[in-house]
């Protein structure tokens, strides 16, 4: 007989203004979080660095102090706890301290509380506001698909979620749904430019690609930052969203507002579709050699 009853995950992407005070941000994060449990989300993502200000505004020798070690991460251990007491997993942003190295990663936590390992953010921007390459070394863990309770799951961060292959690697390894924490906004140097109609088809068509549900978590709120040039800003658009594998948006936050996402998705299905559209059975990985060179000649070594 038939099984009907298909594999349903509900999943949640979270958006909030952050402080300059860890405590208050992570108390924040862990309210909404209860929110989106008591509204049936299995998997909560919070917005990227979510501790603080995003910081890469600036290139200042005192912000590196802001980083802490993966093991015993206080942030880390909070939600391993609210993980195992609501039942739910959370990817958990840090910024990540390794001898003397650093990475802006992500520990997924188990809805038992298990920390499963991180990921840690491969493609590192380096512009006017977003000057992460001060702070972060380039990620080496590679894409990686952590298979929780109720999902195997792809985390990327931010600027990652603008690099197809990124998206194409963890589906290829079992990932069904993508998650993507971020922190996005204005461009200090012309507040003219908008990416956020960009930054969303760009991870629309991700999820059209694979033909699996992606959720992306944006941070809102104006952040000011004394820089070595003065004053930097941005204001932070949120548009935090949950898009289903044909990559239409199913659930979508503004620029201003709080808010806590739901969307609810049967796995069992999604994969049944996937399988028969044809794309991963009609790749041609020998014709793909072109993507491991930088020129479009002469293979990275």
């Known amino acids: ?96 301290e390794a001898n003397n190295a650093h990475y802006n990663s992500i520990a997924i936590v188990d809805a038992d509380g298990t920390d499963l390992g991180i990921y840690r953010k491969s493609h590192i921007p380096d512009g006017p506001g977003y000057e992460e390459k001060f702070y972060f070394n380039p990620g080496d863990t590679g894409f990686k698909v952590f298979e929780t309770k109720y999902a195997k799951i792809g985390v990327a961060i931010c600027w990652d979620q603008w690099f197809p292959e990124a998206a194409r690697a963890m589906v290829l390894q079992g990932a069904e749904i993508l998650f993507y924490p971020t922190a996005i906004g204005s461009e200090p140097h012309d507040h003219s430019i908008d990416s956020r109609d960009h930054w969303k088809r760009v991870m629309q068509g991700h999820a059209g690609a694979n033909l699996v549900p992606l959720v992306a978590s944006n941070r809102i709120g104006n952040e000011i930052i004394e820089t070595e040039h003065g004053k930097s800003e941005i204001k932070f658009y949120g548009n935090s969203f949950i898009a289903g594998p044909t990559g239409e948006i199913v659930s979508i936050a503004d620029d201003k507002e709080e808010a806590v996402l739901i969307a609810e998705f049967d796995l069992d299905k999604i994969k049944s579709t996937r399988h028969c559209w044809g794309v991963f059975r009609d790749r041609r990985p020998d014709l793909y050699k072109v993507l491991l060179t930088l020129d479009g000649k002469n293979p990275v070594r």
Do not use: W
């Open 1 to 96: 007989m038939e099984d009907n009853k298909g594999r349903k995950v509900v999943v949640s992407a979270l958006q909030f203004s952050c402080t300059d005070d860890v405590s208050t941000n992570v108390a924040t994060a862990e309210r909404l979080v209860r929110a989106a449990h008591k509204q049936g989300a299995n998997i909560v993502l919070i917005q990227e660095l979510f501790e603080g200000y995003y910081f890469c505004q600036a290139q200042r020798e005192d912000f590196i102090q802001r980083a802490k070690p993966y093991k015993d991460h206080p942030t880390i251990t909070r939600m391993q706890k609210l993980a195992k007491e609501l039942g739910v997993v959370i990817p958990v942003s840090f910024f990540e």
